[in-house]
């Protein structure tokens, strides 16, 4: 639908996902269910491996949640679909890679959504803040999720002050892949998901299962898991037509031939 939100389009085994709702691009419960089942339609597709978040505009990627939504009756403990706020939060068994390209301002719900890729790309003009502090609520994911990517008192620094903090900042604390020139941001962006689609989807899918399974595991409980094949993805690896693919490759000196098989 040419008045969705929520637009696509796809090239290859790449899905480019970008959210349009001027003025800001901020999510109600409408949006955020069109998310969730455009990424769990990503998910389940076996021809699609990458996709790239986006939105629409130069000055905001995403303020979060759409508090005049919420001032109309949106409540912020409804529905918002399959896969939590922005379709990507809660959406399970998700082992595909996703890349976020961030331009202008990604704040609150928005910068929690963006933490739910895996690789975050950003224009130097973009920038950043979890601003819940000052209107009495609390960023939830975002004090789930901080903590365990940057240093705990960075991330503490961000979660109760709730200021502003650039592009360059971001990266310095890990939080980017890369910072670019705006007019550059997408191209790189697709630069990148290229490189990624081209490459073995059965072990993208086992990097990204182990990484979520481990995450409160010893580190012998979680080697354990893998060796004994008891996680789906790594099960279906090992015995694949892809691991042996990529042997043969290396034998013959050629580049490998993923079939995600």
Known sequence: ????????????HILEVT??????????????RIMGDTFMQFRDDPELRV???????????????????????????????????????ELGNLNKPVICAVNGICC?????????????????????????????????????KLPKRIPYHVAMDLLLTGRWFDAQEALQWGLLKEVCEPDQLLDKTWELARLLASGPPLVYAAIKEVVREAEDMKFQDALNRISKRQLASVDKLYGSEDQLEGARAFAEKRDPVWKGR
């Open 19 to 32: 959210i349009d709702r001027p003025k800001a691009n901020a999510i109600d419960l409408a949006t955020s």
């Open 1 to 12: 639908m040419t008045d969705s939100p929520i637009k696509t389009r796809s090239e290859g």
């Open 108 to 144: 609150g719900g928005g910068l929690e959504v963006a933490l739910s890729c895996d690789l975050i790309m950003a224009s130097n003009t973009a920038s950043f803040a979890l601003p819940e502090i000052r209107s009495g609520t609390v960023a939830d994911a975002a004090s789930v």
């Open 51 to 89: 996709a790239i978040l986006r939105a629409e505009g130069d000055k905001f990627f995403c303020p979060g949640w759409d508090l005049k939504a919420a001032a109309d009756g949106d409540a912020v403990d409804g529905d918002y679909g399959i896969g939590g706020f922005g379709g990507l939060q």
